[in-house]
């Protein structure tokens, strides 16, 4: 199956700072979602991006299908943003397969 | 528009007693799923219907698990003998595309304990 792995694995900020989240898969895919698990345990729905480049608020992503990676960026973080952020892939109709997450901490 | 629900939000079982989880997808979505999330990893697929069908139950332990989708809407996915290692958060999560190219939304799950 394919394999996903996300980087880095825990990283802490202040609020306020940008970060970059990274996601590696194995495969080619068409079918790429990024969510954010918030403290109590909510997944939370953030981008569906296949391919491209997409923006909602402080939050972006960006997709590169030829070369296996996504990348989601958090600009002037807030401590809400803190949680367990994951991507997930997958092929048209296949199931889709979760990274092992990032775990941001957004201090005040 | 409602999102996916989810009951019960806790449960607490001894071994080798059984459990049933519900949940009710977002109003039209073709494909409804079950995950598993063990703490601190992240979630694992268990059984994906698309309407009434299962498209995929590769990943469900089927001696103990079983899971249903009655008129291709609310499902239950239930557990019988449950062993302490089936302690986890189990998801539900809903897609409009039939075949998942869509937004997953997810309910709020159902945290079982088995003691």
């Known amino acids: 199956g394919i394999q996903v792995e996300q980087s880095p694995p825990d990283l802490i900020l202040q609020e306020g700072a940008n970060s970059t989240l990274r996601c590696n898969f194995s495969d080619s895919v068409n079918n790429l979602q990024w969510f954010h698990q918030n403290p109590w345990g909510q997944l939370i729905n953030l981008f569906y991006?296949?391919?491209g480049t997409k923006q909602n608020g402080r939050l972006s992503a960006t997709t590169v299908a030829t070369e296996r990676y996504s990348l989601l960026y958090i600009s002037s973080s807030q401590t809400t943003d803190s949680g367990v952020y994951f991507c997930?892939?997958?092929?048209?109709?296949?199931?889709?397969?979760f990274g092992e997450g990032t775990q941001l901490t957004v201090n005040p | 528009e409602a999102g996916v629900a989810q009951s019960p939000r806790y449960k607490i079982i001894e071994k080798r007693q059984s459990v049933a989880f519900w949940c009710n997808p977002i109003s039209g979505h073709a494909t409804l799923y079950w995950y598993q999330q063990i703490l601190g990893q992240g979630p694992k697929l268990l059984i994906q219907f698309q309407n009434n069908g299962v498209v995929d139950d590769s990943q469900l332990p089927k001696d103990r698990f079983s899971a249903e989708r009655l008129k291709g809407v609310d499902s239950t996915l239930k557990i019988q003998p449950a062993k302490l290692e089936d302690s986890a958060v189990y998801l539900c999560?809903?897609?409009?595309?039939?075949?998942?190219?869509?937004?997953?939304?997810f309910g709020n799950g159902t945290r079982l304990t088995v003691t």
């Open positions: 997930a892939v997958g092929t048209s109709g296949s199931r889709l397969t």
């Open positions: 999560a809903s897609s409009l595309d039939p075949r998942g190219n869509s937004p997953l939304h």
């Open positions: 991006i296949p391919s």
